[in-house]
């Protein structure tokens, strides 16, 4: 089945404790990216990457890393977490590497940082 | 910047009603419009995506248009039914990036 899966789906952590959330996905898509939700705000794109070693930064990127090591994963790495990084992250990939095609949403990973 | 905006915010209908969801945008300049559906606790599941050239697209009981030169979508649901009950969420593909920008949604409430 093509799917875009994440691991996490929830995690409750502490302020300052380095963590990964994973993301897969096995279409073989090019372009893969992070957003995060929030209340009253919406969904905003944290980073993207448009191919193996290719990635570069969205709307929100501070706080966060990734990495694009392989083509299926794309890691959201937070160093060193804080409580306004809780949120509902949510991996996206599509075929084209610009984006510009059908995006495919992970189930979610829901964040709280205390 | 793309700002994308959803009217109305919340929406309750009962069984059976046609409706229409609206979505604008602040600039024309884009490569693709998507429509997109989430239900509590789950992710984002694609309805249609409409290209720039497109002027709509049908799946199933959803119709969903796009005027690009007024920056306007509509997403035209038949007979809806409480399944349907969802928030819906309309995003924008623009030139100038490689994001999708989100409008923040309409909440939708079909009730037997």
């Known amino acids: 089945e093509a799917q875009v899966t994440q691991n996490p789906r929830y995690l409750i952590t502490v302020t300052g404790k380095k963590l990964t959330v994973t993301c897969s996905q096995n279409?073989?898509?090019?372009?893969m990216s992070w957003y995060r939700q929030d209340p009253g705000l919406g969904l905003r794109q944290i980073y993207y990457s448009m191919n193996v070693e290719v990635t570069d930064k969205g709307d929100v990127p501070e706080g966060y890393k990734v990495s694009r090591k392989e083509k299926r994963n794309f890691p959201l790495i937070l160093e060193s977490p804080s409580p306004n990084q809780t949120s509902l992250y949510f991996c996206?990939?599509?075929?084209?590497?610009?984006?510009?095609?059908?995006?495919?949403f992970g189930p979610g990973t829901r964040l709280t940082v205390l | 910047k793309q700002e994308v905006t959803q009217i109305p915010a919340a929406l309750s209908v009962p069984e059976g009603e046609n409706l229409v969801l609206n979505c604008s945008f602040t600039d024309s300049a884009i490569y693709n419009l998507q429509w997109f559906r989430q239900d509590p606790g789950k992710g984002l599941t694609s309805l249609l995506l409409?290209?720039?050239?497109?002027r709509e697209q049908t799946s199933g009981r959803l119709n969903a248009s796009l005027d690009k030169s007024s920056g306007r979508s509509t997403l035209y649901i038949a007979a809806s039914q409480p399944g349907d009950s969802a928030t819906y969420l309309c995003a924008v593909n623009s030139n100038s990036g490689y994001a999708l920008n989100f409008g923040k949604g309409t909440s939708l409430l079909v009730t037997p």
């Open positions: 996206a990939s599509s075929w084209v590497a610009s984006g510009a095609d059908t995006q495919y």
């Open positions: 279409m073989n898509h090019e372009y």
């Open positions: 409409i290209q720039s050239s497109q």
